[in-house]
């Protein structure tokens, strides 16, 4: 969900470097607007007030300490997937994205995540959490501690559930063993 290896940037505002030793900051970019494409067709829209680019750490990484807002694109250009966060960092050579602080997620099925914490492993094709997580279905809200999924977040095992499940009474309970 968060591919953002190849992308064209537009910027609003001037990178500039700043920093020294091994903690030198190579592009500190501002109020950044950018879409990334995948094979000639945009997928994503991405938005961040501050962006950081870290090459020369043991980790290289790129931080967004003010947050980022992604929207998943269709072909036509349409919404269909939103993921926001307060903080996110994007550890390059690992394509590992860990965000926190008040993630929020939707998927292809309007459904609505809620958590403190979420790591996307692009190359496993993973999202996981071991926080605590809300899931907000069209009839149902479903929470738990801990959560994997798919990076769409289409197939996903919320762990250690809790709340209410409503079940249909008017299902035939014929094969229950229980009368």
């Known amino acids: 969900m968060l591919v953002l290896s190849a992308c064209s940037s537009s910027l609003k505002n001037n990178a500039e470097l700043t920093g020294s030793g091994d903690s030198i900051v190579v592009m500190k970019s501002y109020d950044v607007v950018t879409l990334v494409s995948d094979s000639g067709v945009t997928r994503y829209r991405v938005e961040t007030p501050e962006w950081l680019v870290y090459e020369k750490l043991e980790r290289p990484c790129w931080m967004f300490p003010q947050g980022i807002h992604l929207e998943q694109l269709n072909t036509s250009m349409q919404v269909y997937s939103i993921v926001e966060s ?9 394509d590992i994205w860990v965000l926190s602080d008040s993630v929020r997620a939707t998927n292809v099925d309007n459904e609505y995540f809620e958590t403190d914490k979420l790591v996307v492993e692009q190359r496993k094709d993973s999202i996981y959490t071991d926080q605590f997580v809300k899931v907000t279905q069209k009839d149902r809200v479903i929470t738990g501690i801990g959560m994997r999924s798919n990076q769409r977040l289409t197939r996903y095992v919320i762990e250690k559930t809790q709340g209410i499940i409503p079940i249909d009474e008017k299902e035939d309970t014929a094969t229950d063993s229980i009368p």
Not at 86 to 94: E, G, R, S, W
């Open 86 to 94: 307060k903080h996110a960092v994007y550890y390059v050579n690992d």
